[in-house]
């Protein structure tokens, strides 16, 4: 499918953001690919056909299911930011949770689950996965490399991993907990979409990682999308095989929005995880938040290993307030806001504020962050008019009496 060579991986990301996946899609050279909507692959003869049906999982291109011109280069550029072998683009980011999850587990297996996973990934657990007779163990996020040892048992396959924990924000160390699993031979896999390009995963040890593109790479709020990128090609097989089973697909005129939305992924980031940062120092600095849940930031839980694996961080974030704030008062903060609405996506272009107190399931910890939460994502605004709007919140808040 792809007769060109990838480019070479030496360059800045800024320079492979800019030119991975385009070698070979050039028509009437023309830079960006066009749209290929297909189901329909014709072939000349029906002896082309069985040939075709027969090759590898790579190059049998008989149906729209098998993917289109415009799948690739997005899934070229998708393995060169993760830093993998091979990418497979599904429907969502949580069809690229669900998809691995079904290509390594089967009846009688046993998964062991962050206690701070997505909450739709855990869904999936005690629903989908339980009927299939495939047990989940929880475990603390923050659990060492013994405590897990202890955890997994001869019929353990996957041990899931999710650094930093949705809406609460808990790192792992995820190289010593991979360790841990291959030395009992458990495949890692883990949710990267808040690492996105600054955890290179299969660095330290994943097997397996999961972008929802739907955030930052697609980077405008208008497209779901996801991807699954693999440290080795047997594993890519694996992961695909199970894609095309399940009838995984996800349209070329998404994929091509994602394709257009990575190119400036970068310079997206860089901005938005200056502005997420500054916001983040402001909330530390108020007397009405009790913590900032933001890795990137000194002195935040989890700032060692984010140090320690993390080139930068994203611009999502969870702030904590002081107990003797409702959590009717953060909602009406919340809802004074004017430049950040009221919603659950992040990555996006623009800021969000999602009170989350209430929407966080635990089984392996107590869930008692010491006062009401919310979660923030910080846009392309200025982050001076987003404090502003903050303080206009907070007065809100303080003046609550509900
Ligand atoms: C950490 C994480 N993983 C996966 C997903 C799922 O992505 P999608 O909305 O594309 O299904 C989300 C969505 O919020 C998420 O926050």
Do not use: C, M, Q
């Given at each position: 499918m792809r007769d060109d060579p990838a480019p070479p991986?030496?360059?800045?990301l800024f320079t492979r953001l800019s030119?991975?996946?385009?070698?070979?899609?050039h028509v009437h050279g023309f830079v960006n690919p066009g749209v290929s909507r297909g189901s329909t692959v014709l072939h000349p003869d029906v002896a082309h056909r069985s040939a075709t049906r027969h090759k590898t999982l790579e190059q049998a291109?008989?149906?729209g299911l098998d993917g289109t011109p415009t799948h690739w280069p997005l899934e070229d550029v998708v393995a060169e930011i993760e830093g993998g072998t091979r990418c497979q683009i599904v429907s969502t980011g949580l069809a690229a949770i669900t998809t691995p999850l079904l290509a390594y587990l089967g009846a009688g297996e046993h998964v062991l689950m962050p206690d701070s996973v997505y909450g739709p990934t855990r869904q999936f657990c005690d629903h989908m996965l339980a009927r299939m007779g495939v047990a989940t163990t929880y475990y603390p996020?923050?659990?060492?490399a013994a405590g897990l040892s202890a955890l997994i048992?001869?019929?353990?396959?996957v041990l899931f991993l999710e650094?930093?924990?949705?809406?609460?924000?808990e790192m792992q160390d995820v190289p010593a907990l991979a360790a841990a699993a291959h030395a009992r031979r458990v495949t890692v896999l883990l949710d990267n979409t808040w690492g996105?390009?600054?955890?290179q995963p299969f660095r330290h040890g994943v097997d397996v990682s999961i972008q929802a593109?739907?955030?930052?790479?697609?980077?405008?709020?208008d497209v779901l999308l996801g991807g699954i990128v693999t440290a080795s090609d047997s594993a890519w097989e694996r992961v695909r095989r199970t894609a095309l089973q399940l009838g995984q697909y996800a349209s070329p005129d998404d994929c091509w929005l994602a394709l257009r939305g990575v190119r400036t992924m970068a310079v997206r980031l860089e901005r938005q995880m200056a502005s997420g940062l500054e916001v983040a120092r402001w909330f530390a600095g108020?007397?009405?938040?009790?913590?900032?849940?933001?890795?990137?930031?000194?002195?935040?839980?989890g700032h060692d290993l984010w140090k320690r694996d993390f080139t930068g961080a994203p611009s999502l974030f969870g702030v904590v307030f002081r107990p003797e704030f409702s959590v009717a008062a953060t909602h009406a903060m919340v809802e004074a806001?004017?430049?950040?609405?009221?919603?659950?996506?992040?990555?996006?272009y623009e800021s969000l504020a999602l009170p989350t107190t209430g929407f966080i399931s635990r089984?392996?910890?107590?869930?008692?962050?010491?006062g009401p939460m919310v979660r923030f994502h910080v846009g392309l605004e200025d982050p001076a008019d987003l404090i502003d709007d903050l303080e206009r919140g907070f007065a809100v808040m303080r003046g609550f009496a509900g």
């Open positions: 991986r030496n360059h800045s030119h991975a996946g385009r070698a070979g899609t291109l008989v149906y996020p923050e659990i060492d048992r001869p019929e353990t396959r650094s930093p924990g949705s809406h609460t924000f996105i390009h600054f955890f593109l739907t955030k930052y790479v697609v980077g405008h709020s108020r007397a009405e938040v009790l913590a900032v849940l933001h890795p990137a930031l000194p002195g935040a839980p806001l004017e430049l950040f609405g009221i919603g659950a996506y992040w990555g996006g089984s392996a910890g107590t869930g008692d962050f010491g």
